[in-house]
């Protein structure tokens, strides 16, 4: 026998095992390939190579054109062997290496003879085999072997041409569908794996029409599956059907009963997927739950590890939803908490703490001691999680909660996990009054001894902010110093930050705090030094007992709401000059050019057009440049600003665009206005809107422009009162008007006397989607639930023809002006059916949902289902509302 080609590993641990294909190289094992070649094959040997080779392809290693060519050539003269366990190697080997299709012909021959052979065995791979490297063309001559092959007596043949489907159906979905006859019979077979195989292929068969699926579920849901694998399988396309199916209210839910009488089934992966299908079934009540969690609860005191835990996850899950349905199982999940198993006593212990009243934290907390220290960080952050909810559910229960998490901080453990505490106290501090003396001192002695550099800044950060606002601000400076003398630089310069605050918020300590200041001076690291430096001069009184000044708090406070990179990119484009740089002049809006980019070509002007050094699209330039103009500074907080939206062709004499500034009573237009004819001036200048399409709104105010040289934008603006609450909506007509002036190109003077003039522009509308902010949400479904139902509003409406199912979506999109969430604004081709979801924020910051479900039908009919929920019954009742009337 050939000895494997490995290299030998001296340092290799002795009590490791030892992998027989370790070391082996492409090369060596192309060399060995040779053998397929022998006139005396030795069976053995050539299966050893074969192994070897799959195990390469496996692992990545990628063939040449060539090399896969001559060991395909090689392999197809092991067809001459007759020994069972080499042909199988061969027949695994051919499907792998996907031979293209001028070299399929070279086995073809071989494959179907084999698949007419009476050797059930080679009958069954052959199928394999020729299905995963055939073509089309192929598949059409062996169709009629295949359908008999689904129905054959031998159930390894029979699966193999199922399984076979199954892939198929992905490439030549047209010839598998002829099969559903046969495959409708296989379905019927007494041998269980045909049945599942059997079973999955006619669901995929008929997956795009939801009726056909129903009618199979509602057929096979009367008995006639014997098969374990099979019953899970229609288990999960039963819950398929209920939760498409519309009447899923207590009571109409359809194939309830027979979810419930799988319960009571003989074998338990069947148990186990009917309880799981229970739990999962949308709007479940706690009826319909009691017989899933009674088995649940039985797996719990089962032998078997995989039961165990297979249960207590369900459990787990359920208990984020209806923690009152699982209370009944809590004696047996204490139990599990000393299971050898520690994903199992992971999983019982976080569901415990999640499910456990006010009396029995003590007790879990003894429990929860001795067990942390024998498992895994990882599992020991989700404790740490589960501990955290636990302790926001008791806040009475805050110090035995808060002593546990300091105790665990610090013992040994990962910065992961260590900061999975950290974030906890942090936390608790935050939401409890009452930890937060206790927990910053945790905190404290934690720093004291912390080897990571990130959480000891991040610590420091939080103490200069409540450290100044706790009872005796001063216990908390000696931890802060000694920052200052025993750690690195980045953890020294956090702490001059800190000592900082404490002197700006604490008058009585300021002299102490100037004391250590100005020791830090002395430091070896510029940074700390310019920090220190900064400091003593900034909070002023030389160190005297005197209140700091109110702008040395906002800068050593106040919150930097500016991304750091738009700064730098503003500092870099600033130019020295007798203005100061303005950092209010740095965009907030998280991806932002550099300014210099700002300036686009063409004539057009950009959608501010205020100050040229501000961003033109953020909604805080449009509040300041609003709030600067006396007409509107008492209309309240700007809501939302629209994109610009043209008013003139390209290249005319004026370019005009509109930004729709909304508010809660009021709308203004702001013109954004450019004179792209060098020899005129034009001054006066006003936009005359025509209101009378627009009968919610009453002019209140305008402001014009004084002057409009060539090619400097300039703005107008009108306002407009609107009644409050109600989405207003109208059309405007525009017209521009002003006196024009001559301008010598040559000299640049202007004449004295000047024409007045007017310049027709585009009519503008107000949608209902202007009073709609677009803001999205990370996970849709969790904040659907959060929302609640409470001010859920669901209607059914018909959109009438259209194109198609993503017209349809689009133009409801645009309509509401809400943001399309999780991708859901991507309609598949020839999709029946989509659902859509949807996020915003409406007018008077009310956070939206919507859920929308579109079908269309052979007329190209379009029918939707909206549901709307809303923090304001008046807000969901606008949505349908617009729904309505657009």
């Keep these: ?10 340092d290799r641990d002795d009590e490791a095992e030892y992998s027989p294909f370790l070391g082996i190289e492409k090369g060596a094992v192309l060399q060995e390939a040779r053998v397929f ?86 009958r069954a791979n052959a199928i394999r085999v020729l299905c995963r490297i055939t073509d089309g063309t192929l598949l059409t001559q062996i169709e009629r072997y295949l359908k008999q092959a689904i129905v054959d007596k031998n159930p390894v043949v029979a699966s193999a041409a199922l399984v076979s489907g199954i892939h198929l159906l992905q490439t030549n979905p047209e010839i598998v569908k002829r099969w559903s006859n046969e495959v409708q019979e296989a379905v019927q077979s ?37 098969s374990p694998l099979a019953q ?68 719990l005191s089962s032998s078997k590890p995989v039961l165990r835990f297979a249960a207590v996850r369900t459990l787990n899950k359920v208990a984020m939803t209806h923690p009152m349905a699982v209370t009944n199982c809590n004696i047996d999940m204490e139990s599990l908490i000393s299971d050898q198993n520690r994903s199992i006593a992971t999983l019982a212990i976080t569901t415990l703490l999640k499910t456990g009243n006010e009396s029995s934290v003590d007790r879990l907390m003894k429990q929860i001691t001795n067990f942390m220290s024998d498992i895994a960080d990882e599992f020991k952050i989700v404790v740490v999680e589960a501990i955290r909810s636990l302790c926001l559910k008791f806040p009475l229960k805050y110090r035995s909660l808060m002593n546990f998490l300091s105790n665990i901080l610090r013992e040994e453990g990962g910065f992961e996990y260590k900061k999975a505490i950290v974030d906890s106290i ?66 020294r310069a956090a702490a001059v930050s800190t000592l900082a605050k404490f002197g700006a918020m604490v008058d009585a300590l300021k002299p102490r705090v100037f004391v250590l200041l100005r020791r830090c001076i002395f430091d070896s690291d510029d940074e700390v030094r310019d920090r220190a430096t900064l400091y003593l001069n900034t909070l002023g009184g030389d160190g005297e ?106 290249e005319t004499e004026y370019a005009v665009n509109v930004v729709k500034h909304i508010f809660d009573r009021h709308v203004v237009f702001q013109y954004n206005c450019t004179n792209t004819i060098p020899e005129q001036l034009l001054e006066n200048v006003s936009v005359i809107v025509d209101a009378s399409e627009a009968d919610d709104f009453t002019e209140v105010a305008s402001k014009p422009l004084r002057s409009l040289p060539y090619d400097t934008p300039g703005q107008t603006f009108m306002a407009f009162e609107k009644p409050e609450g109600i989405t207003a909506v109208g059309k405007f007509s525009n017209v521009l008007r002003f006196i024009v002036k001559e301008v010598d190109p040559t000299t640049g003077e202007v004449e004295e006397d000047g024409v007045e003039d007017e310049y027709q522009l585009e009519d503008l509308e107000v949608v209902a989607a202007d009073y709609m902010m677009k803001v999205g949400v990370a996970n849709f479904r969790n904040a659907w639930e959060s929302m609640g139902d409470d001010f859920e509003r669901v209607d059914e409406y ?9 017209e349809a979506v689009s133009a409801v999109i645009n309509l509401l002006g809400m943001q399309p969430c999780e991708g859901t604004e991507v309609v598949a081709t020839n999709s029946r059916s989509h659902t859509c979801l949807l996020s915003g924020v409406f007018l008077g910051n009310v956070r939206v949902l919507a859920r929308l479900q579109f079908g269309i039908d052979g007329s190209r009919g379009v029918a939707m289902k909206l549901a709307v929920r809303s923090e304001d019954e008046a807000v969901s009742d606008a949505i349908h509302e617009i729904v309505s009337c657009g």
């Excluded at 039963?238 to 199916?245: M, P």
């Excluded at 404290?444 to 902010?465: A, P, V």
């Excluded at 018909?798 to 993503?806: D, F, K, T």
């Design 798 to 806: 018909g959109l009438g023809p259209r194109e198609s199912l993503a």
């Design 190 to 226: 007494r041998a269980a794996l045909v049945q599942f195989h059997a079973l999955a292929l006619l669901q995929q068969i008929r997956q795009n029409d939801r009726l056909a699926v129903s009618k199979l579920v509602t057929s096979l849901t009367r008995g006639t599956v014997r």
């Design 232 to 299: 899970c399988l229609l288990i999960r396309y039963t819950s398929q059907v209920i939760r498409e199916s519309p009447n899923t209210h207590t009571g109409d839910r359809p194939f309830y009963d027979f979810l419930e009488s799988c319960l009571r089934h003989k074998a338990e992966m069947v148990i186990f997927e009917a309880a799981r299908a229970i739990t999962e079934l949308s709007g479940v009540t706690s009826r319909e739950l009691t017989p899933a969690i009674t088995v649940l609860q039985l797996f």
């Design 545 to 650: 007992v005197v209140e700091t000044n109110k702008d040395a708090k906002t800068f050593l406070f106040g919150a930097l709401d500016i991304p750091l990179v738009n700064l730098e990119t503003s500092l870099k484009n600033y130019e020295p000059s007798e203005a100061p740089f303005d950092i209010d002049s740095v965009p907030k809006e998280v991806k932002s050019q550099p300014l210099a980019e700002k300036k686009a070509p063409g004539k057009k002007p950009t959608g501010l057009g205020a100050p040229a050094a501000g961003p033109p699209s953020t909604v805080d330039a449009y509040e300041r440049l609003l709030s600067s103009i006396p007409e509107f500074s008492d209309f309240g907080k700007l809501f939302k600003s629209s994109a610009p939206v043209e008013l003139t062709e390209a």
């Design 426 to 491: 942090v936390i608790l501090i935050r939401d409890i009054p009452e930890a937060k003396e206790s927990g910053l001192l945790h905190l404290c002695e934690f720093i004291e001894d912390c080897e990571f550099t990130y959480l000891s800044t991040q610590i420091l950060h939080f103490l200069g902010i409540e450290g100044p606002k706790t009872t005796d601000p001063s216990k908390y400076i000696r931890y802060i110093y000694n920052r200052v003398h025993l750690e690195n630089a980045t953890v």
């Design 37 to 122: 070649n022998d006139p005396q094959l030795d069976p053995r040997r050539c299966s050893q190579v074969i192994t070897k080779l799959l195990y390469l392809l496996n692992q990545g290693d990628s063939f040449t054109k060539v090399e896969a060519t001559e060991v395909f050539f090689s392999v197809t003269k092991l067809f001459q062997s007759k020994d069972l366990g080499l042909r199988r190697m061969v027949y695994l080997i051919i499907k792998e290496l996907s031979p293209s299709a001028d070299e399929v012909i070279i086995v073809t021959s071989s494959l179907m003879k084999d698949m007419n052979s009476k050797t059930d065995m080679y």
């Design 1 to 10: 026998m050939a000895q494997p080609l490995v290299k030998k590993d001296d």
